[in-house]
């Protein structure tokens, strides 16, 4: 009697753990289904571009030219949040090599209309606006284009889940104006542990792909999954650029006046350091 009460006890127990189990792999399945491409596309422009509400970084970019000749620009940024997936302020000050030391690049970044960005030229003592057709033009001699530092805005996409796995989702992204850019479309792998997009191939109208960003080295700074090290490949030559940040630092509490053109030409050395 007393065994075969323990036995049912037991089928019981291991029938509950089973139910449970299967009741956490089918609500784990419907809230992977529940993430649509845009929503996917929210986290990762999260992760790469808003964490913490401001931060600074010491950044080197090495450029590559396709007979392998090298050249070298540094210089330090300056980020504020106004609010997650917002709007943004940006500064980033040159300080090598000497042909471009002094020159700053300021973004005032909207997410309901085109971006706001400057040029300090210390030569000339001129303040340049970049226009908004400019955005895709090469930042200063690099492979990286002006909103590759700023970042594209997801309205001007539109976006489709192609597939997943365990560890990243592949998206396609199709501008919405492609007479505003240089590429057809591009794709995307974002990783689903930290949601930070790993890399993006850019396609031409041909179905050829022309240019390819990729994230080389990522570090958990302060608990923000943050990119150390990416490069940027023109696939039609094989030069690239590639970006190396240092002294990353986030919620520093950036006062908002330094976001002006009074610092682009009297830049705030106390947050420079």
Do not use: C
């Amino acid at each position: 009697m007393n065994r075969l009460f323990y036995s049912n006890i037991k089928q019981v127990k291991r029938l509950v753990v089973m139910t449970l189990i299967t009741l956490l792999a089918v609500n784990t399945t419907l809230q992977a289904q529940e993430l649509s491409a845009e929503q996917i596309i929210a986290k990762a422009n999260l992760a790469a571009y808003y964490a913490g509400d401001d931060g600074s970084a010491q950044a080197r970019m090495i450029i590559v030219d396709e007979n392998g000749q090298k050249q070298m620009r540094q210089f330090i940024i300056l980020r504020q949040d106004k609010k997650d997936l917002g709007d943004q302020n940006m500064l980033v000050f040159f300080s090598r090599p000497s042909n471009v030391k002094d020159t700053v690049f300021r973004v005032e970044k909207h997410t309901e209309q085109d971006d706001n960005r400057w040029l300090y030229l210390p030569a000339l003592d001129l303040v340049k606006r970049i226009s908004a057709g400019d955005k895709r033009t090469s930042f200063v001699g690099s492979h990286f284009f002006y909103e590759d530092v700023s970042g594209r805005n997801p309205n001007e996409d539109s976006f489709s889940l192609l597939s997943e796995d365990d560890n990243s989702y592949t998206i396609k992204a199709v501008p919405k104006n492609k007479n505003s850019v240089e590429f057809n479309y591009y794709i995307i792998n974002i990783s689903k542990s930290n949601f930070l997009p790993t890399e993006s191939t850019y396609f031409d109208a041909q179905a050829k792909p022309v240019r390819k960003m990729t994230v080389l080295k990522v570090k958990n700074i302060t608990g923000n999954a943050t990119v150390m090290k990416s490069r940027i490949t023109d696939l039609t030559n094989n030069s690239y650029t590639e970006m190396q940040f240092r002294k990353v630092k986030y919620d520093i509490g950036l006062p908002n006046n330094i976001f002006s053109e009074r610092s682009m030409r009297t830049p705030p050395k106390a947050w420079l350091k």
